[in-house]
């Protein structure tokens, strides 16, 4: 008996192990215990689909309106997380997609910093990144004192589409119709060069 007890004592070690490390990981269901494991690479695109059907199922309940209550606390326990992930993980190109695509859709000025990393853009690698992120700058609330700061990146971003491909003319009309939404005397002067040197 207590040789079976020896032979099996550390496999039932190991189990105890892997359970307690599976005990750890956060319910599918918690937003913030969701958004707590994005910096893990492993555990990060299960945590994107879960913060995903979460975002789309709370959104739904309240009948699509970004300012009830539990929308609100869904981006207060997700918004930064996600951000930072994003910021810290530009290698993750697929991961970023997704995580752009539910900043786009929780809209968030705290999404700032991702956003404009993202129009870091490089070719063939992650333009679509920065569409996504021209898109969610046209459609959320930039305090007024980071719109210079918006309104530069955009620009250069745009200056930096020089190609005839069907991702830069996309680029092109995502960065214009930002800065056209920005309704900022810098956002007007650079609409104003691009057309005058269209015109040229």
């Not at 695509?101 to 990393?117: G, M, T, V, W, Y």
């Amino acid at each position: 008996m207590a040789k079976r007890v020896q032979r099996f004592g550390p496999s039932a070690l190991l189990l105890g192990v892997a359970l307690g490390l599976s005990a750890c990981h956060a319910s599918p269901d918690d937003p913030a215990g969701q958004a707590g494991e994005l910096a893990d690479p492993v555990r990060r695109e299960f945590a994107l689909g879960n913060l995903t059907r979460l975002y789309g199922k709370v959104l739904t309940e309240q009948k699509s309106d970004r300012n009830a209550t539990p929308v609100k606390q869904f981006a207060d326990v997700t918004v930064e997380k996600l951000t930072q992930t994003y910021v810290d993980h530009p290698e993750d190109t697929r991961g970023g997609e997704i995580i752009l695509s539910l900043l786009f859709e929780i809209r968030d000025p705290r999404s700032l910093p991702a956003l404009l990393k993202a129009l870091e853009w490089r070719t063939e690698v992650n333009e679509e990144h920065a569409i996504t992120a021209a898109r969610t700058l046209a459609v959320i609330a930039i305090p007024g004192g980071q719109k210079a700061a918006v309104v530069t990146k955009i620009a250069g971003a745009l200056d930096r589409v020089s190609g005839k491909r069907p991702v830069d003319n996309r680029m092109r009309i995502e960065f214009l119709r930002a800065l056209g939404e920005l309704n900022d005397p810098a956002a007007a002067e650079v609409l104003t060069k691009v057309a005058l040197r269209q015109s040229e």
